[in-house]
């Protein structure tokens, strides 16, 4: 099977607590997904989309340790499998069961683990994967901000929070590549950058840049610098627990997944306090720089812009990010994905998911009455006009992504037993460890 370029969208999925764990924010629910879930899949195939950012929500799905209720899950996927349509499977994005409590529980990893284990086991076609969803996103708003889940501000509740976080997302892996040895991770992960407002600005504004690559460092086994070594170690994390992510690096199995809205760019003030700076150097210039860290093939895996009073600004961005992709992908960078999040408008995005208040964010590539938008009809376009000029060029992954209905086909098979075979051979991991620098 030849190479593919991912032409993806989402169906949005968090699903955090706010109000002291009272109230869940489920977007499914606000989104209408429950109800339209089957004519949300029939949009997909209209837009030529063979790729969805998706996921069961976790909250009513994974009741307890080993106790499941795939009843949605079941026929979703099923119809997924039916259309053809290869899911990048959202495990975990933004909140946990009520059970469970808040990403300070140290027993998450090792059961949310178990809980992808036996997804995998259930759904075995499923190969693409993005265990936990911005990870450092997650950590921040739930441990830092104070906005989610255990809505506490403190360096130590982040670094608690980002810890077991991204131990949860390696041992996912794990367990996912157990079942489906050829599986193939897609790290959706917010790309930022922080601007210093003045001079007195430079040294914050350098520790948040250094921050805002810690889940990715910690996931794929790389040496964080000396400042953000001292920072870990400062608030909370171990030697051993350092050394878990250097020695169970999965980079040979993954993509990195850079999202970009125009939100992704700080000023910073000398006191460290932060605004918006909107777009400044733009996803390619930022997007270059995370792949000169990681060396991975990208995948563009979420952006959006609301559509206002001129009904051509989600157009335009569509354009300037799409742009943006095939620059960074001329300068020789594997880019092998873009998705449009999400497919229908969302709700409440507007305060960060921390109010009720209803307000309907006009974002996505379809309103929540399923008529589509102007987005929607240009990308549909974009997509028809590429789909059969990028696949030529795009980067050829060593492991082929596999189709739903191919997934019991021999080469299949096959694929999957040479995988499992060289990751059982231990002698090449020195050869493909993460290089420092």
């Given at each position: 099977?030849?190479?593919?370029?991912?032409?993806?969208?989402?169906?949005?999925?968090?699903?955090?607590?706010?109000?002291?764990?009272?109230?869940?924010?489920?977007?499914?629910?606000?989104?209408?997904?429950?109800?339209?879930?089957?004519?949300?899949?029939?949009?997909?195939?209209?837009?030529?989309?063979?790729?969805?950012?998706?996921?069961?929500?976790?909250?009513?799905?994974?009741?307890?340790?080993?106790?499941?209720?795939?009843?949605?899950?079941?026929?979703?996927?099923?119809?997924?499998?039916?259309?053809?349509?290869?899911?990048?499977?959202?495990?975990?994005?933004?909140?946990?069961?009520?059970?469970?409590?808040?990403?300070?529980?140290?027993?998450?990893?090792?059961?949310?683990?178990?809980?992808?284990?036996?997804?995998?086991?259930?759904?075995?076609?499923?190969?693409?994967?993005?265990?936990?969803?911005?990870?450092?996103?997650?950590?921040?708003?739930?441990?830092?901000?104070?906005?989610?889940?255990?809505?506490?501000?403190?360096?130590?509740?982040?670094?608690?929070?980002?810890?077991?976080?991204?131990?949860?997302?390696?041992?996912?892996?794990?367990?996912?590549?157990?079942?489906?040895?050829?599986?193939?991770?897609?790290?959706?992960?917010?790309?930022?950058?922080?601007?210093?407002?003045?001079?007195?600005?430079?040294?914050?504004?350098?520790?948040?840049?250094?921050?805002?690559?810690?889940?990715?460092?910690?996931?794929?086994?790389?040496?964080?610098?000396?400042?953000?070594?001292?920072?870990?170690?400062?608030?909370?994390?171990?030697?051993?627990?350092?050394?878990?992510?250097?020695?169970?690096?999965?980079?040979?199995?993954?993509?990195?997944?850079?999202?970009?809205?125009?939100?992704?760019?700080?000023?910073?003030?000398?006191?460290?306090?932060?605004?918006?700076?909107?777009?400044?150097?733009?996803?390619?210039?930022?997007?270059?720089?995370?792949?000169?860290?990681?060396?991975?093939?990208?995948?563009?895996?979420?952006?959006?812009?609301?559509?206002?009073?001129?009904?051509?600004?989600?157009?335009?961005?569509?354009?300037?990010?799409?742009?943006?992709?095939?620059?960074?992908?001329?300068?020789?960078?594997?880019?092998?994905?873009?998705?449009?999040?999400?497919?229908?408008?969302?709700?409440?995005?507007?305060?960060?998911?921390?109010?009720?208040n209803g307000n309907v964010n006009p974002l996505g590539l379809y309103d929540l009455d399923r008529n589509i938008r102007p987005v929607g009809a240009a990308y549909k376009q974009l997509i028809a006009d590429w789909n059969q000029v990028l696949p030529a060029q795009s980067v050829c992954l060593q492991v082929p992504i596999v189709m739903p209905r191919a997934s019991n086909e021999a080469w299949v098979r096959e694929q999957q037993a040479?995988?499992?075979?060289?990751?059982?051979?231990?002698?090449?991991?020195?050869?493909?460890?993460?290089?420092?620098?």
């Open positions: 099977m030849g190479p593919q370029f991912l032409f993806a969208t989402g169906i949005e999925n968090s699903n955090p607590t706010i109000q002291n764990g009272k109230l869940r924010v489920d977007e499914m629910e606000k989104c209408g997904h429950y109800k339209f879930w089957q004519r949300d899949f029939e949009l997909v195939q209209e837009l030529g989309i063979c790729f969805l950012r998706y996921g069961p929500p976790i909250h009513t799905t994974w009741l307890g340790p080993g106790k499941y209720d795939w009843s949605f899950a079941d026929v979703t996927f099923q119809d997924l499998l039916r259309r053809n349509i290869a899911p990048i499977v959202d495990l975990c994005h933004f909140g946990v069961p009520d059970w469970l409590g808040n990403f300070q529980n140290p027993e998450f990893p090792v059961l949310f683990a178990q809980y992808a284990r036996a997804f995998a086991q259930r759904f075995p076609w499923v190969q693409l994967y993005t265990p936990v969803n911005e990870m450092y996103i997650c950590a921040q708003f739930s441990a830092l901000y104070g906005w989610w889940n255990e809505q506490l501000s403190s360096d130590q509740a982040f670094v608690t929070a980002l810890k077991y976080i991204v131990k949860a997302n390696v041992m996912a892996m794990q367990s996912i590549l157990e079942v489906r040895p050829d599986a193939i991770f897609i790290q959706s992960e917010s790309s930022e950058y922080f601007h210093a407002e003045n001079p007195a600005a430079i040294k914050p504004a350098e520790i948040m840049n250094a921050r805002r690559f810690l889940s990715l460092d910690l996931n794929y086994g790389r040496r964080v610098n000396s400042e953000m070594y001292e920072y870990l170690f400062d608030n909370g994390m171990t030697r051993d627990e350092y050394h878990f992510f250097q020695g169970n690096s999965l980079k040979h199995h993954c993509i990195m997944g850079n999202d970009y809205y125009r939100t992704n760019e700080h000023r910073v003030r000398a006191d460290g306090s932060t605004s918006a700076s909107g777009e400044v150097f733009g996803y390619h210039v930022i997007t270059s720089q995370y792949h000169d860290r990681y060396r991975l093939p990208v995948m563009h895996t979420e952006t959006n812009l609301w559509q206002g009073p001129c009904g051509d600004e989600a157009v335009n961005w569509l354009w300037k990010e799409w742009a943006n992709v095939l620059r960074v992908r001329n300068d020789g960078v594997p880019m092998i994905g873009f998705t449009w999040y999400s497919l229908t408008d969302q709700v409440d995005w507007d305060t960060a998911l921390r109010e009720p040479n995988v499992r075979a060289d990751t059982a051979d231990k002698s090449t991991e020195p050869a493909n460890a993460t290089p420092q620098s």
